[in-house]
């Protein structure tokens, strides 16, 4: 699975299905971010929100998840 990462730690992940694509981040960030993930109709998984070409993840919510797997997986 591709992914993006920061000093040697992969904070997130994606991949693409036949159905929906998916978005892997630390299971902390989606706790944090369950009512925003909610907000945008999107569906979340305990470390992933899945979405479709037509409904994207907003850039907003991408770049909150990103942080919050971020200060959770440093160490």
């Known amino acids: 699975m591709p992914g993006f990462g920061i000093d040697n730690t ?3 992940g994606y991949a693409a299905f036949t159905k929906q694509c998916g978005l892997y981040v630390a299971h ?4 944090k971010h369950t009512t925003d993930i909610a ?3 999107l569906k979340a998984t305990k470390t992933g929100v899945t979405f479709s070409a037509t409904k994207p993840i907003s850039d907003a919510l991408i770049a909150k998840l990103a942080q919050t797997s971020r200060d959770a997986l440093k160490v």
């Open 39 to 41: 907000a945008e109709g």
């Open 28 to 31: 902390k960030a989606i706790i």
């Open 10 to 12: 992969i904070i997130a």
